[in-house]
């Protein structure tokens, strides 16, 4: 009996430890000392129903703060709603939400930056017209207690808006490098409903024609900066963005057709890796190296603690330059750059034919071209901090350059970019997995502005395996379809060739 009661006295107290976590981490806080709530708890709240507001309802809270995003005065918000971003007082950057407040007429008496104190007693939290929206509220709810107050602004991909369209609902967003799909003849111009595609996916730029802007004739490319908001349920989701004005359009080319991109790499072969690395690329288009040469570069950063002073060109056992000059490729044929053994495995694997290489250099005793990289007997990272690699046009290149094609992988650390002044670090093109601006702010290099850590590809390939980059490129224009992943494929001494050149590598596309 003893046992037996100690038993359940024991599973009493598990329970009772589970239950209590489980109120933690599952419900949002009680808010009866500040009386205000964030929109990230304020969201948890809602069910799916509408839900009257009061202090009984929501945890205690009577108020909510945050700054106006919308904008009136170029007439293309959504008709009464003023949308409000807040974070959590003293929480992180993932806190960071929105939602919308419709005040009918009295909407456009709020300007971008204003910080208001709203009082919900008596509103109801529900979903019109597909928005999540606080309605009933009066006028004199809302205090204005500030202006020009600084706007944080996100970047997201249309992929990432619809698989959380919580987090982004009703804030401002940029979308970057996305292109009108059907590409514009040169006389459309914004009023209506436009599709745009980021090569993640697509949102409906959604213009009001009596906006302001209605009428002025849009360009093919470049970023959009906007209110998001998420109509529809399951696979009919679907992202409204409005821009605010016409300024919130900045016109980015988008990059001409890269005559190569990079596919895939082999960053720790079977056996010695000196010698044995080597990089994937997949032609778009023919190729003869004599007549158009290209530089690749590979960067490695483990150890390092200096910034790369200049860039790609840093050398030493930061950068190792291969110079591409000649050759032929055809349009989708895979070529490779690396070490001198043009094997697909190491030493004693199966050799890759000699006609796909387009550079091979023994990295263990020759120095880089033009005296960029030490020799080493470790050409691409496969542990520690981030690592990169690029092409370039030509052969002439300096730390002002802009590469064709680029991506970093592996670890979150590593020197590799410093604001300054001056400004140092690699320089990053428009990709799949970059942008040279964020809206209208420059950001060339990678570790700059929306360039971060979470745009490599995380983490290393595992040991005796490809990394396999699956993606699929515009051949014809230029640009992404669907972006690249890194997948690891394990490799034999036996494995054949296909098995880096088929099933989940980057491929092309008429388009």
Same mark, same amino acid.
């Not at 489980?22 to 990230?40: A, L, Q, V």
């Given at each position: 009996?003893?046992?037996?009661?100690?038993?359940?006295?024991?599973?009493?107290?598990?329970?009772?430890?589970?239950?209590?976590?489980?109120?933690?981490?599952?419900?949002?806080?009680?808010?009866?000392?500040?009386?205000?709530?964030?929109?990230?708890?304020?969201?948890?709240?809602?069910?799916?129903?509408?839900?009257?507001?009061?202090?009984?309802?929501?945890?205690?809270?009577?108020?909510?703060?945050?700054?106006?995003?919308?904008?009136?005065?170029?007439?293309?918000?959504?008709?009464?709603?003023?949308?409000?971003?807040?974070?959590?007082?003293?929480?992180?950057?993932?806190?960071?939400?929105?939602?919308?407040?419709?005040?009918?007429?009295?909407?456009?008496?709020?300007?971008?930056?204003?910080?208001?104190?709203?009082?919900?007693?008596?509103?109801?939290?529900?979903?019109?017209?597909?928005?999540?929206?606080?309605?009933?509220?009066?006028?004199?709810?809302?205090?204005?207690?500030?202006?020009?107050?600084?706007?944080?602004?996100?970047?997201?991909?249309?992929?990432?808006?619809?698989?959380?369209?919580?987090?982004?609902?009703?804030?401002?967003?940029?979308?970057?490098?996305?292109? $009108?799909?059907?590409?514009?003849? #040169?006389?459309? !111009?914004?009023? %209506? +409903?436009?599709?745009?595609?980021? @090569?993640? &996916?697509?949102?409906?730029?959604?213009?009001?024609?009596?906006?302001?802007?209605?009428?002025?004739?849009?360009?093919?490319?470049?970023?959009?900066?906007?209110?998001?908001?998420?109509?529809?349920?399951?696979?009919?989701?679907?992202?409204?963005?409005?821009?605010?004005?016409?300024?919130?359009?900045?016109?980015?080319?988008?990059?001409?057709?890269?005559?190569?991109?990079?596919?895939?790499?082999?960053?720790?072969?079977?056996?010695?890796?000196?010698?044995?690395?080597?990089?994937?690329?997949?032609?778009?288009?023919?190729?003869?190296?004599?007549?158009?040469?290209?530089?690749?570069?590979?960067?490695?950063?483990?150890?390092?603690?200096?910034?790369?002073?200049?860039?790609?060109?840093?050398?030493?056992?930061?950068? $190792?330059?291969?110079?591409?000059? #000649?050759?032929? !490729?055809?349009? %989708? +044929?895979?070529?490779?750059?690396? @070490?001198? &053994?043009?094997?697909?495995?190491?030493?004693?694997?199966?050799?890759?034919?000699?006609?796909?290489?387009?550079?091979?250099?023994?990295?263990?005793?020759?120095?880089?071209?033009?005296?960029?990289?030490?020799?080493?007997?470790?050409?691409?990272?496969?542990?520690?901090?981030?690592?990169?690699?690029?092409?370039?046009?030509?052969?002439?290149?300096?730390?002002?350059?802009?590469?064709?094609?680029?991506?970093?992988?592996?670890?979150?650390?590593?020197?590799?970019?410093?604001?300054?002044?001056?400004?140092?670090?690699?320089?990053?093109?428009?990709?799949?997995?970059?942008?040279?601006?964020?809206?209208?702010?420059?950001?060339?290099?990678?570790?700059?502005?929306?360039?971060?850590?979470?745009?490599?590809?995380?983490?290393?390939?595992?040991?005796?395996?490809?990394?396999?980059?699956?993606?699929?490129?515009?051949?014809?224009?230029? @640009?992404?379809?669907?972006?690249?992943?890194?997948?690891?494929?394990?490799?034999?001494?036996?494995?054949?060739?296909?098995?880096?050149?088929?099933?989940?590598?980057?491929?092309?596309?008429?388009?």
């Amino acid at each position: 009996m003893k046992n037996t009661f100690k038993y359940f006295l024991a599973l009493g107290l598990i329970i009772g430890f589970y239950t209590s976590c489980k109120r933690e981490s599952d419900y949002p806080y009680k808010f009866s000392e500040s009386g205000f709530i964030s929109n990230f708890d304020l969201r948890r709240y809602y069910k799916g129903s509408d839900l009257p507001l009061n202090a009984d309802a929501i945890g205690g809270a009577t108020s909510i703060r945050g700054v106006v995003v919308s904008d009136f005065r170029s007439g293309n918000s959504v008709t009464g709603l003023i949308a409000l971003q807040n974070s959590r007082i003293n929480g992180n950057a993932d806190s960071l939400r929105g939602i919308s407040f419709n005040l009918g007429t009295a909407a456009s008496n709020f300007i971008p930056g204003d910080s208001l104190h709203i009082k919900l007693e008596g509103g109801i939290l529900k979903r019109a017209d597909g928005i999540l929206q606080i309605t009933g509220l009066p006028l004199s709810a809302v205090t204005k207690v500030a202006s020009n107050r600084i706007i944080k602004l996100q970047a997201a991909s249309t992929s990432a808006i619809l698989a959380n369209p919580d987090r982004y609902e009703s804030t401002l967003v940029a979308i970057n490098n996305a292109v $009108y799909d059907p590409e514009p003849a #040169s006389d459309v !111009v914004y009023s %209506g +409903d436009k599709i745009v595609n980021d @090569g993640f &996916g697509v949102a409906t730029l959604r213009t009001s024609s009596t906006a302001s802007f209605a009428n002025t004739a849009i360009q093919p490319s470049g970023n959009f900066t906007g209110i998001v908001y998420v109509t529809g349920n399951g696979n009919s989701k679907r992202i409204e963005y409005r821009m605010r004005t016409v300024n919130d359009f900045f016109y980015v080319a988008m990059p001409k057709l890269s005559p190569a991109i990079i596919s895939g790499f082999h960053v720790d072969p079977n056996g010695t890796d000196g010698n044995y690395e080597y990089i994937q690329f997949l032609a778009t288009k023919d190729i003869d190296f004599s007549a158009t040469p290209f530089s690749v570069y590979t960067n490695n950063n483990a150890g390092a603690t200096a910034f790369p002073t200049l860039g790609w060109n840093t050398g030493a056992l930061r950068t $190792y330059k291969f110079n591409l000059t #000649s050759g032929t !490729v055809k349009k %989708g +044929d895979f070529f490779y750059v690396g @070490g001198a &053994g043009q094997r697909i495995n190491g030493s004693a694997s199966t050799v890759i034919p000699a006609s796909k290489w387009i550079a091979s250099v023994n990295y263990t005793i020759v120095p880089g071209a033009n005296g960029i990289g030490d020799v080493t007997g470790n050409l691409l990272a496969n542990s520690g901090n981030v690592a990169g690699i690029a092409i370039f046009e030509g052969t002439n290149v300096t730390p002002s350059s802009i590469p064709l094609d680029v991506i970093f992988y592996g670890g979150p650390n590593g020197s590799y970019y410093t604001a300054g002044p001056p400004e140092y670090g690699f320089r990053i093109t428009i990709t799949d997995k970059f942008s040279t601006y964020a809206g209208t702010a420059a950001q060339e290099y990678y570790g700059k502005g929306t360039n971060g850590n979470d745009k490599r590809f995380t983490g290393f390939p595992t040991a005796v395996s490809f990394a396999k980059l699956g993606g699929v490129y515009k051949g014809t224009k230029g @640009g992404w379809e669907s972006a690249r992943t890194m997948i690891s494929v394990p490799l034999t001494n036996t494995s054949l060739l296909s098995a880096i050149e088929t099933g989940g590598v980057t491929t092309l596309i008429d388009k």
